[in-house]
T-cell receptor
Framework: GENVEQHPSTLSVQEGDSAVIKCTYS??????FPWYKQELGKRPQLIID?????GEKKDQRIAVTLNKTAKHFSLHITETQPEDSAVYFC?????????????FGTGTQLKVEL | NAGVMQNPRHLVRRRGQEARLRCSPM?????VYWYRQLPEEGLKFMVY????????ESGMPKERFSAEFPKEGPSILRIQQVVRGDSAAYFC?????????????FGPGTRLTVL
C-alpha cells in the first residue's frame, strides 16, 4: 500500500520567515495530494491541495509543489505569523479503483515564534 | 451550509462496553470516511462508505469494529467491548462525488476515552 513520509517532525521559525515541509510517497499511482492544518483539539482543515497534472499551486502565503518523478511534494508558507502555529499533515490518495482513502504523513509541529 | 457533524464530541466508556460514534456528512455528500488519530500521531484510514455500502474497510480492525451508512440517518462507527487501546480521536470526513480526487472535509471528531 501507499506510504507517506513527512519531514521535519518539528519546525520552529521566527515570525516573518518562511517554513517548508516535505513529504515523499511510494505509490506512483497516487494523483491527489492535500495538506491539512490541525490546531490542538480541533479538526484537520484543508489548506491547499494539488493534483498530479500540475507542478505547483499557490494561494496567498501558501504554496505546494509536486515532483511526480521523484515522488515528493512540499508545502511552503511565506511570511509566517503566530496563527500559523499548528500541526500540518500531508496526504496522498492511492487510488486503487475502490475509493479515495487518504494516507497521511506523521505530521509536522510548526511553531512560529515572535 | 452545515459542515460535517459528529456526535458525541467526547465519549467515556469502561472496558468491555460498547461505543457508538455518529457522523452526518456535509449536505449533498454521499461518501463518508472514518479515520483514527492516536495521541500525537497522524490520521489512519479505517473505512470508506457510501449509502448502504462499505466500499473499503482495509483499515478496520478485524474484530470488534464495524461501520454502517444507512439509507437514512448518519453513518455509525461501532466499537464493541472497548479496550484501553481504543482510546483515540475518531474523525469522519465526507466528500461529494464519486471519483478519485474528491476533497474530503473533516468533522470535529469524537474523543473516546476508555477507562
Amino acid at each position: 500500500g501507499e506510504n507517506v513520509e513527512q519531514h521535519p517532525s518539528t519546525l520552529s521559525v521566527q515570525e516573518g520567515d518562511s517554513a517548508v515541509i516535505k513529504c515523499t510517497y511510494s505509490d506512483s499511482a497516487s494523483n491527489y495530494f492535500p495538506w491539512y492544518k490541525q490546531e490542538l483539539g480541533k479538526r484537520p482543515q484543508l489548506i491547499i491541495d494539488i493534483r498530479s497534472n500540475v507542478g505547483e499551486k499557490k494561494d496567498q502565503r501558501i504554496a505546494v509543489t509536486l515532483n511526480k518523478t521523484a515522488k515528493h511534494f512540499s508545502l511552503h508558507i511565506t511570511e509566517t505569523q503566530p496563527e500559523d502555529s499548528a500541526v500540518y499533515f500531508c496526504a496522498a490518495n492511492p487510488f486503487t479503483g475502490g475509493g479515495n482513502k487518504l494516507t497521511f504523513g506523521t505530521g509536522t509541529q510548526l511553531k512560529v515564534e515572535l | 451550509n452545515a459542515g460535517v457533524m459528529q456526535n458525541p464530541r467526547h465519549l467515556v466508556r469502561r472496558r468491555g462496553q460498547e461505543a457508538r460514534l455518529r457522523c452526518s456528512p456535509m449536505k449533498g455528500h454521499s461518501h463518508v470516511y472514518w479515520y483514527r488519530q492516536l495521541p500525537e500521531e497522524g490520521l489512519k484510514f479505517m473505512v470508506y462508505l457510501q449509502k448502504e455500502n462499505i466500499i473499503d474497510e482495509s483499515g478496520m480492525p478485524k474484530e470488534r469494529f464495524s461501520a454502517e451508512f444507512p439509507k437514512e440517518g448518519p453513518s455509525i462507527l461501532r466499537i464493541q467491548q472497548v479496550v484501553r487501546g481504543d482510546s483515540a480521536a475518531y474523525f469522519c470526513a465526507s466528500s461529494g462525488t464519486s471519483g478519485t480526487t474528491d476533497t474530503q472535509y473533516f468533522g470535529p471528531g469524537t474523543r473516546l476515552t476508555v477507562l
